[in-house]
């Protein structure tokens, strides 16, 4: 049997278990046919992945699948979410004709922008009760972010280049946020997006725990199955172990997307009625997070929870005794094997990779130069820069900085309308915060909160890749969601004191 046969084998078999663990707890807080369909659509869609031995054959049937799930799915953005994570995010260009080289270049994220965010947006543009643009501070942040990328690359670039980069600044910024923020209308919704995105995430932190203990990535042989010319995953190690990536593909990507479902499940621990489930998967999630062996969301992680205990969340005054117990006890036992690894990649603590960290100093360093000659609007040519091309005498630049990957083509301008965002979110979802009328909802927003800030931390250690900038830009939309959900749960008394505030996102 071939290799990549094997694979889908042991990925149908792992998330199987995941769904079967989670079907009653869904069912419970969320509609089971809805939770139904979407299971099969993954299992589909997997499938025909590894079968379809042609991208084109995956897309096309993959549409038509997506297109009749999205007309019966109540929750669009659950949906999105749900099925985001299916297989890593393989490129592949539309070819052009009539003088147009290539029209754009789609991976899966993009398919489920065409066939579920596009003509949700346009449906949730007519709902009655729309939230207007303009309506909220951040999405003037947003849309100003949008702008600013959609006016450079007309100035840099040919009039065609310029409208499939609009295209791809619409669809990958503005349409994950602006279905989110729209299409989450009540607290059945919200719930239900995080659920989603909680066992989507954890099916693949089940795949990761696998690939950590076996050494073998599951999805390594998906681009030669699918008929791409495009380089293997790469298995990369660290302190002798195989770091995880599953369909993320860096496992840095995917110690993000488990980062932020780790937070989530506490934000919905309370409403979750089966202990069992409940902290199965919390161990699953910080299983698979630990196999990615990424420093990164291990640090944002740790940010996430001080975020929230200082939130005043009960699970964590419940747990913080536990954790503090873990983590003295792996400092006291780091000689151990296995301990050791593990500690010897802790930032600050232990000593595995001290390459990166050089490699790290050296990009930021010359990095500044660069984006000092450009200081307010980038370059389009700043890998030009003598100063960026001498960040690594190979030429193998790998920019892990999302602010320094936005200050070479955007500039400051962009840094600040980027940092804007997220500072005005947090704002938003801060004065939304009602501790005393609802546990549920201030729960979710302290985690919101905490996500915000802990992905402010983790973006300073890796560009934008894989899932990371879908789910962030989905994050920052939920927020201006919860305001809306907050604010009509309100008692009324509560509500004519706020009421001053207006919408002042």
Known sequence: MPEYLKALVVILILAGMVFWLAKASVCELTSCADFRRRRNAWFFLTALAFLAHSFWIYLSVGAAVLLFLAGRDRNKAGLFLFLLFIIPPLSAEIPGLAGINKFIAIDHIRLLEICILIPAWLALRRGADRLPLFASKVDVFVLGLVAIKIIL???????????????????????????????????????????????????????????????????????????????????????????????????????????????????????VGRPAVRRTGLALLTAGLAATLSRGPWLGLAVFLVIFRLAGSRVLRVYSIPIMLALAGMLVFQQAPGVRDVVGAIPFIGKTDMSTVDYRQRLFTNSMQ?????????????????????????????????????????????????????????????????????????????????????TLVVLGTVSSISFIPTLYWSLIGMGVAYVRIARSAQPAITHTVRSRHALAL
């Open 153 to 271: 690359n007309f100035s840099r670039t040919s009039f065609t280049d310029a409208l499939r980069e609009s295209f791809y600044a619409f669809a990958d910024i503005f349409l994950p946020y602006f279905v989110v923020s729209r299409g989450l209308r009540d607290r059945q919704l919200l719930r239900d997006a995080l659920l989603s995105l909680v066992i989507a995430a954890a099916v693949l932190a089940a795949i990761a725990v696998f690939e950590y203990l076996k050494g073998w990535l599951l999805y390594a042989d998906l681009m030669r199955a699918l008929g791409l010319v495009w380089q293997v995953v790469p298995y990369v190690g660290r302190a002798g172990h195989l770091r995880a990536s599953a369909s993320a593909t860096q496992p840095i990507a995917l110690g993000y997307v488990l980062m932020t479902a780790f937070g989530f499940l506490l934000a919905l621990w309370p409403v």
């Open 370 to 454: 660069v984006i000092g000659r450009h200081p307010w609007f980038g370059s389009a040519d700043y890998f030009l820069d003598p100063a960026y091309q001498d960040i690594n005498p190979e030429h193998n630049i790998d920019v892990v900085n999302t602010y320094i990957q936005i200050g070479f083509t955007s500039g400051l301008v962009g840094v600040c309308l980027f940092l804007s965002i997220f500072l005005s979110a947090v704002i938003a979802v801060q004065r939304a915060l009602n501790r005393r009328a609802d546990a549920e909802l201030d729960n979710i927003g302290r985690a919101l909160i905490a996500s915000y800030i802990a």
